[in-house]
Each structure stands twice: as structure tokens, then as C-alpha cells.
């Protein structure tokens, strides 16, 4: 049987792999963990905007309350708020209902500790089995006053966003702004931060209505944010994804910034003000060569771990680092919050245009990017396709045609039914060529998904 946790919580299509019932019996084992530690823990939840949101969440609460544990429901708020709220006001624990990025039709289930960070492959295992035995109804089941309570909060999200407008000193007047909410989890919460902190605002995209989110618009939809910035000769546009825990940028000539140049932007300030330890920056292996050029030439150092950011993270956590992040725009302020939060990367970007003096264009050009070209394998199984000769020969061939001038990577998806081909190198053609012959393989051995 495959593993129920992905790389970021159980998701998948709700209804038909994300069920109620596999979300009572989520809260259930949940519940029955952290109770090893607390004999009534206190789970903080929040969702997105998904029509599916409050279906899972009620589903989820019940489980948890019907083994002893008790819930306050924080409402719609993004990611990052959970995991900052929990540490902040104590909760023995946190759950996000979000599919992030996916559309509507998707959603998941991710826990944090008491402490604000994702929970480590060894924890999800053991829910993971307390899962299995809640089916099975072997988990206790409390009565009288042993069965859990459920609160509702509608104002943490105000907690939320004042701490991140207090994570710089800086006054935004005089900005202009554009934001775009892609209808998700910061619809709210993201014009009233930036308005907070002085900027105007215009927004787009903050009109939820349970199925547009992420749909042509956010962070994996950049086309109506650059019109928007452009028609409006604002400073920069911000584009968050579904549950905001990612952020990409166009800057005021309708160029796109993402998270290797977010993360650049951000460390050089921090090194700058003394703040960035062993002048470190971490990426992943999908971070841009010149990622990696930009930063050696400003001083810094990088390292690159596993794709998601919960690897970033290890390794911060690990060495005390300060900002790490992924290309995609999820950019971690160890300092700040303990995962990538969108929110609060476009707030210390903002903070550094404005003390700057510069446009955003102009800052951006401390980093070239090198031409880089993604193809998405659709598949019927992801396993395998390690071991596969006729993939691995083609893999080596088109290494053999960049030669040291770039780099291919290839890699499963964590979170979809998809295996990424990634080349890197000066010929965009070239790239395009050799990472479609390398998918072609691929769909042939590992069966395209219908």
C-alpha cells in the first residue's frame, strides 16, 4: 500500500481519495499521537477557500473530539498563520485544510506541532498507522465529559497579520501595490497587511467562491498580475498561491522575480544589516545556476537540498541558517516563522524597495537567470523509473550534450501523478529538445495516466 502522507500532508481529489471519513479518521489518530503527550491536546484549524474546506474540517474536528482532543476552528487563513499561531498561543498542535497550489477539485490535510513545524516522516508513520486501527475502531472512544470541545475564532487571522506587518519597521507609503490573492487563504488577510503597513493596494483576485481558486490567477497564473501592474504603472505586483504560503513577484517592467531571486534579494539585505549567518543561503536542487553564480559573487554561499520545502527547512533548522527557500516561491524566515510564508516574503520585499529608493527592476539584476525548461510527465505509477535502462540512457545522452555548460534533473512529484524533467543550459531550443525526448521515454515505459 502506498504511503498516505505525500511531501506535504495527505491530499488528493476529495470524495474520491480525500473522503470524509478518511478525515475523521485523520483527526482520530492525530488526536490519539499528540494525546501521548498532553491527555487533551488543543488542535488550531484552518482551511482555505475550497467549496470542499468545511466538509473536511468538520469531519476532521469530530475525529479529533471523539477521542478526548479539543479544536478551535481559526476559519480561512493561510498556511503560514497556522503554524505561527500555534507556536504563539500555545496550541498542542495545527492543521491546515489546503491543496495549496492544485485546483479546486483537491485538498489535503497537514499537521504541524506545537511548535509550528511539519510534522517528520517517523510521526506521520505512527498516524499513519493509528489511521488503520481507527478504522478498524480500535482507538479509544471517551464518553461523558472524556469527548472533546470545538471554539471558533474568527479573529486570529488579525493575530496573524499583525505580527507580519511587524516584522519590518519600514512605512510602505508611497508604493503602489498590486495584489493577487488568487482567491485562496489571503484574500483577506493580504490586502489588510499591505494597506496596514501604508501601501496602496489594488487588488485582484480576492473574490473566493469555493471553486476559483488558483484558477488563472495566483502564483502559477502570473498573466493578469503583470497586466495589472503595468496598466496601473505600479511598483510590483504580489502573487500568492492557494494557501499563501508561496510568493512570486513582477516588478514594475512586468518581469517575473521568483524564489531564487526573492531569497538573493532578501539575504543580501540581511548580510548587509550582519544578520545572515556563515552567509548562507539555502535552495534546492531545482534552484537556478545563477542562483548559485549571483550568490558567490555578492559574498555568499548556498546549498541545495531535496526538492520541498520541508528539506529547506531540516537543514536550516539543522545549521540555524536564516533564509532558505524554493524556486516556486516558498521562502522560509527561519527568524520569523517556521515555514515558507508568503505574506511576510512580499512584506520584506517591499520594505527593501522602499528603503532602496530603487525599482524592483533594478535591484533584480544582481542575478542572471540561465534559461531553464520543465516538462511534466502525466503517469500511470511513479516508482520504478529509477531502475528503467531505457530512462536512464536517455538521461545520460542529453547530459552528454550540455557537458559542463548545464545540468538535467529528473525527478517524481511529490504531491501529483507526475515525473518533472528539468534542463538548465544557454540554448532554450536546445533544452526544450532534449527534456521532450527524455519525457517521451518516460510516458512510453512508466504509461501515460489517462
Known amino acids: 500500500m502506498a504511503r498516505l502522507f505525500g511531501t506535504d500532508g495527505v491530499r488528493g481529489v476529495v470524495n474520491e481519495f480525500l473522503t470524509p471519513e478518511l478525515a475523521y479518521h485523520l483527526g482520530r489518530a492525530a488526536a490519539t499521537h499528540f494525546s501521548k503527550v498532553k ?3 488543543t488542535f488550531l484549524i484552518g482551511r482555505d477557500t475550497r467549496i470542499s474546506g468545511s466538509m473536511l474540517e468538520s469531519s476532521l474536528a469530530s475525529g479529533i473530539c471523539s477521542v478526548g482532543g479539543n479544536v478551535v476552528m481559526a476559519g480561512i487563513v493561510p498556511t503560514p498563520a497556522v503554524a505561527y499561531l500555534v507556536r504563539q498561543q500555545s496550541f498542542d498542535a495545527g492543521v491546515v485544510i489546503s491543496a495549496s497550489h492544485n485546483p479546486f477539485p483537491d485538498n489535503g490535510i497537514k499537521f504541524f506541532d506545537g ?3 511539519k510534522l517528520p516522516d517517523a510521526v506521520e508513520d505512527e498516524i499513519e498507522q493509528y489511521v488503520h486501527q481507527s478504522a478498524d475502531n ?3 472512544r471517551p464518553t461523558g465529559d472524556g469527548i472533546g470541545t470545538i471554539e471558533y475564532n474568527s479573529n486570529l487571522a488579525h493575530h496573524y497579520a499583525h505580527f507580519v506587518r511587524h516584522t519590518i519597521d519600514t512605512s510602505l ?3 503602489t501595490i498590486v495584489y493577487d490573492g488568487a482567491n485562496g487563504a489571503a484574500s483577506s488577510v493580504g490586502p489588510e497587511i499591505l494597506s496596514g503597513l501604508g501601501a496602496k493596494v489594488i487588488n485582484i483576485n480576492i473574490a473566493p467562491d469555493g471553486v476559483n481558486i488558483n484558477h488563472h490567477c495566483g502564483s502559477t497564473h502570473l498573466e493578469g498580475l503583470r497586466v495589472a501592474v503595468l ?4 511598483d510590483f505586483g504580489i502573487a500568492n498561491d492557494g494557501d499563501a504560503d508561496r510568493c512570486l513577484l513582477i516588478d514594475n517592467e512586468g518581469e517575473t522575480l521568483d524564489g531564487d531571486q526573492i531569497m538573493l534579494l532578501c539575504a543580501m539585505k540581511l548580510k548587509n544589516e550582519g544578520k545572515l549567518k556563515d552567509n548562507m543561503v539555502v535552495g534546492t536542487v531545482m534552484s537556478n545556476i545563477g542562483f548559485h553564480k549571483a550568490a558567490k559573487e555578492l559574498g555568499m554561499h548556498t546549498y541545495s537540498t531535496a526538492v520541498g520545502d520541508r528539506y529547506v527547512l531540516e537543514y536550516m533548522r539543522e545549521h540555524g541558517y536564516s533564509v532558505g527557500g524554493e524556486q516556486s516561491g516558498h521562502v522560509i524566515f527561519l527568524d520569523h516563522n517556521t515555514t515558507g510564508d508568503g505574506m511576510l516574503t512580499a512584506v520584506q520585499v517591499a520594505a527593501l524597495v522602499k528603503e532602496s529608493g530603487k ?12 534559461p531553464q525548461v520543465l516538462v511534466n510527465v502525466r503517469v500511470v505509477t511513479k516508482t520504478g523509473w529509477e531502475d528503467n535502462d531505457l530512462i536512464k540512457a536517455a538521461i545520460v545522452t542529453a547530459e552528454g550534450e550540455l557537458g559542463d555548460s548545464g545540468r538535467v534533473l529528473v525527478r517524481a512529484s511529490g504531491t501529483e501523478p507526475l515525473i518533472r524533467v528539468m534542463a538548465e543550459g544557454p540554448d532554450q531550443t536546445e533544452l526544450q529538445s532534449l527534456c521532450q525526448e527524455i519525457a517521451d521515454v ?3 515505459e512508466q504509461g501515460l495516466a489517462e
Open 39 to 41: 491527555e487533551h491536546p
Open 115 to 117: 511548535n509550528g513545524f
Open 138 to 140: 480500535e482507538l479509544p
Open 173 to 175: 507609503e508611497g508604493l
Open 231 to 234: 496598466q496601473h504603472k505600479a
Open 359 to 370: 525599482p524592483l527592476s533594478e535591484l533584480a539584476k544582481i542575478m542572471t537567470k540561465y
Open 442 to 444: 518516460i510516458a512510453h
